[in-house]
């Protein structure tokens, strides 16, 4: 029955006619959207016009059920900023679920002046669910073990353009506190001899590398991202283990017919760690962005390695559908990986355009894994 909530929420939007969807949207974005800086850019062409748009949030996923909750989407430029220069953007979401959890969330992207540095990064606080499977990749779906964590994120990292426009070098500072771990009493997680089970504290600097030519951070049409990390986390920094942890994070968007009509996005995600690494650093695959169609963490492993390809395809300025395909894998050591072990996955989707000026969508995905379906109802694509 679940599935009903955001289908109704889809079907009610098909059922206005097209000019009031466009003529109630846009009168509630502008309702929901501040402008604090609105009289000095009215009087100094020099500054851009702030934005700070409110929104009312609802999500779907299977780990964590239906959360309502507040979004609120920062959009700004800072002063000697021009037309070279993207739109920065800090996101905050604060979510209640209707299990009784919460989760405070934000991923950032802010560019100075002509593009010469820029500080990314993210912040959560969260208390949610999550599944536990076993360590490795085949481990079996009776295996599925439900358990509770609350967690602090902290992840600024500081770049500065070199060499090339859109390449920047720099690094930055990694905390990651797991705590108040709650299982099941002689479960499988807690009988494990797993590493940071029941609570984790990862401290480390990070080396990092990002290249970005996309046009736009949420919902490019064209263009390149690279995101490249590797921290280094110890116990003298404040940590409970030492081990090493590098990512790897490459999309790719691009318009086969020359039209932002269609549009087709690739992802190639990598994840290694090495050393004393604890279970919530390890690779998880599954999710609400790649591997849609198994849960979150449905196999975990020290090194992952997933891939996906989606085609978005407007329907009129308001609608669209997307259909995607990947395959991903985790394994115990790079030389382990096998194609036995890869595990393929497929799905199509429902987008509605909420913000035609930032070209931001509502998503409503289907995933099929190789067990089951799962469905995902978010804000934002998915990368």
């Known amino acids: 029955m679940k599935i009903l909530y955001p289908v109704v929420f889809i079907l009610g939007l098909l059922t206005l006619p097209m000019a009031a969807q466009a003529q109630k949207i846009d009168k509630l974005i502008e309702f929901l959207t501040f402008h604090p800086n609105k009289k000095a850019a009215e009087l100094d062409s020099s500054i851009y016009p702030m934005k ?81 499977f076993g360590i490795g990749p085949d481990t079996p779906i009776e295996n599925e073990e439900k358990f509770e964590y609350k967690q602090i994120l902290i992840e600024p990292i500081f770049l500065k353009q070199v060499f090339i426009p ?97 549009i087709v996005g690739l992802q190639l995600i990598t994840h290694s760690s090495h050393g004393d690494t604890p279970l919530h650093e390890l690779g998880r695959l599954g999710g609400s962005d790649i591997m849609r169609g198994y849960f979150e963490g449905r196999y975990t492993d020290r090194h992952l390695i997933a891939t996906q390809v989606e085609w978005r395809q407007k329907i009129n300025h308001r609608w669209g559908v997307v259909g995607f395909t990947g395959v991903g894998a985790v394994a115990p050591s790079v030389d382990k990986f096998s194609i036995a072990n890869a595990r393929p996955y497929a799905g199509f989707g429902i987008r509605f355009l909420v913000d035609r000026e930032e070209n931001l969508n509502i998503r409503l995905d289907f995933g099929f894994g190789q067990e089951k379906l799962n469905y995902y109802f978010k804000i934002a694509e998915s990368f």
């Open 52 to 132: 700070v748009i409110f929104t009312p949030v609802a999500t779907y996923a299977p780990e964590t059920n239906i959360s309502i909750g507040l979004g609120m989407k920062g959009l700004f430029k800072m002063k000697g900023s021009g037309p070279e220069t993207r739109t920065s953007n800090i996101p905050l979401s604060a979510q209640y679920t209707i299990e009784n959890k919460y989760l405070f969330y934000s991923g950032f992207e802010v560019f100075f002046p002509q593009e010469r540095y820029m500080i990314t990064g993210n912040v959560s606080l969260q208390s949610f669910p999550s599944l536990y």
């Open 166 to 262: 859109h390449l920047f070098l720099g690094g930055g500072y990694r905390f990651n506190r797991i705590s108040k771990v709650e299982a099941v009493s002689e479960g499988l997680l807690v009988g494990s001899n797993q590493v940071g089970a029941l609570g984790s504290i990862s401290s480390g600097v990070e080396a990092a590398a990002v290249y970005d030519s996309r046009d736009n951070l949420l919902n490019a049409t064209e263009g390149m991202y690279i995101e490249f990390t590797h921290g280094l986390y110890r116990k003298f920094l404040g940590g409970t283990h030492d081990f090493e942890l590098t990512r790897l994070d490459l999309r790719y968007f691009l318009q086969p017919f020359k039209t932002t009509s269609s």
